[in-house]
């Protein structure tokens, strides 16, 4: 139940910075797809969505909400690789090649998820 | 843990290290008994006596989540538990997941527990042990000394053959725990050459029999190693990493799991992951405890005892 507070709030948050990050009112954002956020919940060892679909430019952040830790590693083990993730820690990368991206957790490798990266 | 000042002598390293630890006390039981084959003649290892051993595990220094808010506390407990033992054992097995997130702190909070036991401690990582930008190196600094590759050893006591195994490395996507090509290769030329008579004790954290596929509990290539240890007339596979009992016996190898000093976890299925199980704090101790393994000079299978922190 707590965790459900929190989870909204972590989401919350995310696309608040997303917002002020950028800087810009509702109207610049939407033309500015360049700037684009995504989040990925990482949820009783589940990433969610397990499958993502974003466009190229676009910063995806994990978040850890879990009470134990996680990694995010890609399977090709370099093109994104976080630093191990303990509860309510968060990793980002910027995808600016299209592309499908497939991840794991490198402590539970059975956890698997997704990126599906289209051009603009 | 406490190091040897004769590296290379794992038989020297055992007598002078100082036990600590809350797990399982074994009762080893020979194998050797009465006859004596030709492979014996070769390896000639010396005659198995009577004597205990504990395991303890997943002591996750660190962990102060709502499960368990102080797992150095539980630890603690566990260590007070060996020492009152009434049979005193002749070393420790920690069977990983010594941290919760390989912190230097945590490895000086655990290694400042377990030394209070005064017996060797022979240890292997659990994937929580091994999460520092080194990538491990923090575990093998303090642990790796007298071993191989990813840490990986073997040595003998009082005529049982031990042999520590590490499965929490190089994992695949998509996979549970593995041992890899060069562990494997390792560990067969280790056991060639022994006699099948001689009793192996394996150790490793995560278990090498697939326990819950869906939630990594197994290890990808568990069954060559097994290969390698089907001739022996009695095989004991000794695991942490799911933090409650679990055994198998399948031919001539037992297989055992023993519970954590820290939190426990769900049975495989039964809840939405394999995380922290939360319970009444009433009946936490009730499932954390250390496991006591007894071998005793004969064709017996290891002798296993599991005690709870609560008893
Ligand atoms: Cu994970």
Redesign the interface.
Known sequence: MSKTLKAGAAALALGLATLTGAGVSFPALAQAPAAASAAVKID???FGPQALTVTVGTTVTWINQ????HTV?A?DRHTFKS??L??DERFSFTFTKPGEY???C?????M?GKVIVKAG | MTHDDTPGDRRGFLKCMAWAGTGALFTVSGGLASSIGLDQAVAAPAKAQGFTFLQISDSHVGFN???NPDAKATYQEAVSKILSLPQKPDFILHTGDIT???KDQEFDDADQIIKQVGLPVFHVPG??DM?D?GAGKAYLDRFGKETKGAGWYSFDHKGVHFVALINVVN??????GSLGADQLEWLEKDLSGRPSSQPIVVFAHIPLWTVY????WGTDDAAQALSYLKRFGSVTVLNGHIHQITQKVEGNIAFHTARSTAFPQPVGGQG?????LKVPTEQLRSMLGITTATFVRGREPIALVDQTLAT
């Open positions: 009783n060892f589940v879990d009470d134990i830790p590693v399977d630093r191990v303990d509860t497939g991840y794991f490198s402590l539970h490798p059975h698997t | 989540k709502p499960a919760q997130l390989s994937e929580h999460l930008e994992l695949k996507a998509g996979g549970m596929a869906d939630w990594g939405p992951s394999p995380g922290p």
